[in-house]
Structures are given as C-alpha cells and as structure tokens.
C-alpha cells in the first residue's frame, strides 16, 4: 500500500499561480505512475496530468495543456504540479494518485487506484 499526502493548495485570483506538492511513501516510488485529479461540486472526477514511472511520458487533459506542468523526484519520493493561469474553472479539489497499470498504459485513469485525501483549489474571477 501508498500513502499519498497533498499539499499546496489555497486560493487564488484568476491569473496566478499555485504549486501543488504530493509525497509518496510505503512502496518503491519508482515502481508506479503519478497523476493528478480534481473534482469540482456536482461534477465527476476528472484526470488532469499524469507522468510515468520514469518521468519520460506525461499526461495533460485538453483544458490545462500549457498552462500546467506535471513532474516528479525520484529522490525525494514527490510528484509537483505546477498551476499557472489559473482560471476559475480550475476550482476543485484536487487529488494525488498511483496507478501500478502496465507500461504503455499506466497513465490510463482506470489504473490509478491509490489515492490521497485532497487539496482545496478555488480561483476568484
């Protein structure tokens, strides 16, 4: 078993920028897949990054592309996601997960099966 542990959210104008952290422990860190989900009210949960046992091979959903960035330390057993202008559409809470699915398909929402307890995101227009 993983524990996942969020933390670096807050709240933020529309525009800014907000760093979320998550650390692993309990397995070898390099022995699954990381990523990040988010769940606003009334709404399902929604895959928004994800990044390989490696590093090499990233996810993004279409509505962050280019403005978050998704990356992991190997040494120091962490995966990071990096917000930048923020919109209010990004409000929700946020979660760290694993996924031990096979390479290849690992970044695939159906294997991620570890999961933290959530970061609050809430973006002010």
């Known amino acids: 078993q993983v524990q996942l542990v969020e933390s670096g959210g807050g709240a933020v104008q529309a525009g800014g920028s907000l760093r979320l952290s998550c650390a692993a422990s309990?397995?070898?860190?390099?022995?699954?897949?990381m990523g990040w989900f988010r769940q606003a009210p009334g709404k399902e949960r929604e895959r928004v990054a994800a990044?390989?046992?490696?590093?090499?091979?990233?996810y993004y959903a279409d509505s962050v592309k280019g403005r978050f960035t998704i990356s992991r330390d190997l040494a120091k057993n962490t995966v990071t996601l990096q917000m930048n202008s923020l919109k209010p559409e990004d409000t929700a809470v946020y979660y760290c997960a694993a996924s031990w699915g096979p390479y290849g398909s690992s970044l695939d929402r159906a294997y991620f099966s570890s999961w933290g307890q959530g970061t609050q995101v809430t973006v002010s227009s």
């Open positions: 309990g397995r070898t860190f390099s022995s699954y897949a």
């Open positions: 990044v390989s046992r490696n590093g090499g091979s990233t």
